[in-house]
């Protein structure tokens, strides 16, 4: 248990529709990231929150958006899903940026979009 | 534009014999990479660093050789192990950046 919680672990939808991702950062860490892992795919990053505010921004869709609530976990919402947003989704955590360790991360979310 | 590669999709390597994992950047401006190792089913965890200050970390098994001339990192296993079998990511960073950028791997299967 490397300490980050992603719930759920696994998801299926239709196209169209709309889904939450949540991330529990490791204990006392305040920054949290999002990456996607697409097929064959390395991480993509997605977007950075610290202590609640947005830190910094990647490859993230205008259908995507996140947050940072002030109890430090982070909800990733994707809407108006497509088949090719069927992926992996990483959620991890640092104690502030990039650090001498790296993130930690979570186990993450499968996203099966029908 | 692919900031961080690492060519080689695949590596199969016999147990005992060094395994040799490659990355090449593009960014000058990276000074910070990590090797994060991942297991099906599991998120990646980070295995080894190094800074731009030097031009090789060991630890244990593992060794990371930097070129900066170059702008190429490797991964060395010895000796390898079938626990090792995994899929292998570099990544870098930039200095004061927050974030970082990750190759696409490599999964290496060790042979019994």
């Known amino acids: 248990d490397s300490g980050v919680t992603q719930t759920p672990k696994h998801l299926i939808t239709a196209t169209g529709q709309r889904v939450t991702l949540r991330c529990s950062p490791r204990s006392g860490d305040l920054s949290v990231y999002w990456y996607q892992q697409s097929l064959d795919q390395g991480l993509q990053f997605l977007i950075q929150?610290?202590?609640?505010?947005?830190?910094a921004k990647g490859n993230i869709l205008e259908r995507f958006s996140a947050q940072q609530f002030p109890d430090l976990h982070s909800e990733l919402n994707l809407s108006s899903l497509e088949l090719g947003d069927s992926a992996l989704y990483f959620c991890a955590s640092s104690v502030e940026g990039v650090g001498a360790y790296g993130y930690t991360f979570g186990s993450g979310t499968r996203l099966t979009v029908v | 534009d692919q900031q961080v590669k690492q060519n080689s999709p695949s590596l199969s390597v016999q147990e005992g014999r060094i395994s040799i994992l490659n990355c090449d950047y593009t960014?000058?401006?990276?000074?910070?990479f990590l090797w994060y190792k991942k297991y099906p089913a599991e998120g990646p965890t980070f295995l080894i660093s190094i800074s731009s200050i030097k031009d090789k970390n060991e630890d244990g098994r593992f060794t990371v050789f930097l070129n900066k001339s170059a702008k190429h990192l490797s991964l060395h296993i010895v000796p390898s192990q079938p626990g090792d079998s995994a899929v292998y990511f570099c990544a870098a960073s930039a200095p004061f950046g927050q974030n970082f950028v990750f190759g696409p791997g490599t999964r290496l299967s060790v042979l019994p």
């Open positions: 929150y610290y202590n609640g505010e947005e830190r």
């Open positions: 960014n000058s401006m990276f000074d910070y």
